[in-house]
């Protein structure tokens, strides 16, 4: 079957801009995460989803916010952009939220430059 | 300070070593993985363990609960190893991840 997809796959935004990101989780998964990577940070966790629902967040300011869609695909968007958002944003998908056995897979990733 | 170590943070390898990459994490967890992020970004999940050993190929991961410590080891080690290994440790409400291995496998 399909793994996840994101969309698009590079971006190039300036600042004080915003930006919609996504995400389509394999079929069958109901929870998708998001995460950033950047050079001095590493992977770090922004959010998850589960059945529409955000069910844990990461430190991130309110500037990143995400949704589900009742097809289990998701948005994140990052609104006034700042040049250190530049990074690249994975998402992952599992079949539920939270438990053992449930194994996560991440997409391809969506890298951001912000000018 | 990050609740997820790993250890070394850098291995360069001759082909066909023996190489083991190791993760620690300081509180309970449900769930670790390990993944393998190639240059360019893209990233593959190798493992899901909660306890035990698993084995793919190449590739064994163990985990110690009670050690809290899970080691990743690649066997006959091959240049399309090279990437960078980072283990995520899933707890209740959160992600954390390990800063990350970056292995080199010369030929």
């Known amino acids: 079957k399909a793994g996840v997809t994101q969309t698009p796959r590079y971006l190039i935004k300036t600042r004080g801009q915003q930006v919609t990101l996504s995400c389509s989780p394999i079929s069958g998964h109901r929870s998708v995460s998001w995460y950033q990577q950047t050079p001095g940070q590493g992977l770090q966790f922004l959010f998850e989803y589960f059945s529409e629902t955000q069910r844990n967040k990461g430190n991130f300011p309110g500037r990143f916010s995400g949704r589900q869609f009742s097809n289990s695909r998701s948005e994140m968007n990052v609104s006034t952009l700042e040049l250190g958002d530049s990074a690249l944003y994975l998402c992952a998908s599992r079949k539920t939220s939270g438990g053992r056995n449930n194994e996560q897979f991440f997409g391809p990733g969506t890298r951001l430059t912000v000018l | 300070k990050n609740e997820v170590e790993q250890s070394p943070q850098n291995l360069t390898a001759q082909e066909g070593e023996f190489i083991t990459i190791n993760c620690s994490y300081s509180v309970g967890i449900s769930a670790l993985h390990w993944l393998q992020q190639h240059p360019g970004g893209g990233i593959v999940s190798l493992f899901m363990?909660?306890?035990g050993k698993k084995k793919h190929g190449r590739l064994i991961a163990t985990i110690n609960i009670q050690e809290k410590h899970s080691s990743l080891h690649i066997t006959a080690s091959h240049p399309r190893d090279s990437a960078v290994y980072i283990c995520?440790?899933?707890?209740?409400?959160?992600?954390?991840f390990g800063p990350g291995t970056s292995l080199s496998v010369i030929p």
């Open positions: 363990l909660s306890s």
């Open positions: 995520p440790a899933t707890y209740s409400d959160k992600v954390i």
